[in-house]
């Protein structure tokens, strides 16, 4: 364990608690939002790394449980760990009312409440941009992997395209999240997480963009698989043997 944190700031979850009871409800234009990201990522996820049956998976920064049980609907074994406890806790009853078997645990990406190379894939969307640490976030997921292990994540560029798509469009026009909660310094180009992830111990893969190409008939984004990576961009790495 490195030196410790500063204390985690309390915008940074508070979006999520805030709107934790309704976190499954589609009266939410923030929820509604991140529950369109989840299929075009695990379409792309699933294509690059291959079936989920069978592994240990670690949704890092999972909130109310979207990507958790998706992943879970794959036949893995999958552990949710986010700090909102409001959100882990709107992501247990859900798992609870479905019959599905996730195990949630309060956590953050700095200090992830797991064993040393105890899964073999950890998904992490919607979280890099917003971590206090990169770099220590980037060695605690080597860490928890396993050698071989793959690191499937989602993040955004640091562009003024992304800059006016992610804070001006969807904070200030379409208010699909509270204006402030992305912070365009933390965004994150690809040559700077590559440089954080392969000091961790991670072999760079392959990157596709994400982002919106439209709405649909109730004026939410549309989100897809991008041809080009100045808005989000979806990525994996490989957990080298050292």
Request: net charge positive.
């Amino acid at each position: 364990m490195g030196k410790p944190l500063r204390p985690h700031r309390v915008q940074d979850t508070a979006i999520y608690d805030e709107r934790a009871a309704e976190w499954w409800s589609s009266d939410r234009y923030l929820t509604r939002g991140l529950h369109a990201m989840v299929r075009p990522r695990m379409k792309w996820f699933s294509r690059i790394a291959g079936p989920w049956t069978g592994l240990r998976v670690l949704d890092l920064g999972c909130g109310g449980g979207f990507m958790t049980e998706a992943i879970a609907d794959q036949r893995a074994e999958v552990i949710g760990v986010d700090p909102a406890a409001a959100a882990i806790a709107a992501a247990r009853r859900h798992a609870d009312e479905r019959r599905r078997r996730i195990e949630y645990r309060i956590g953050r990406a700095e200090d992830i409440p797991l064993p040393d190379r105890s899964v073999d894939r950890v998904v992490c969307v919607d979280v890099l941009e917003h971590v206090d640490d990169l770099a220590r976030s980037c060695r605690e997921m080597a860490r928890v992997l396993t050698p071989g292990g793959l690191l499937l994540f989602d993040t955004i560029n640091r562009t003024r395209l992304s800059q006016w798509v992610v804070i001006g469009l969807y904070e200030r026009v379409l208010r699909m999240a509270p204006h402030g909660t992305h912070d365009f310094r933390k965004l994150i180009r690809p040559e700077e997480l590559r440089r954080h992830l392969e000091s961790a111990g991670f072999a760079w893969g392959r990157l596709a963009g994400l982002g919106p190409i439209g709405f649909n008939w109730h004026g939410d984004p549309v989100f897809a698989r991008l041809p080009f990576l100045a808005v989000g961009y979806m990525g994996v790495a490989i957990k080298t043997s050292r």
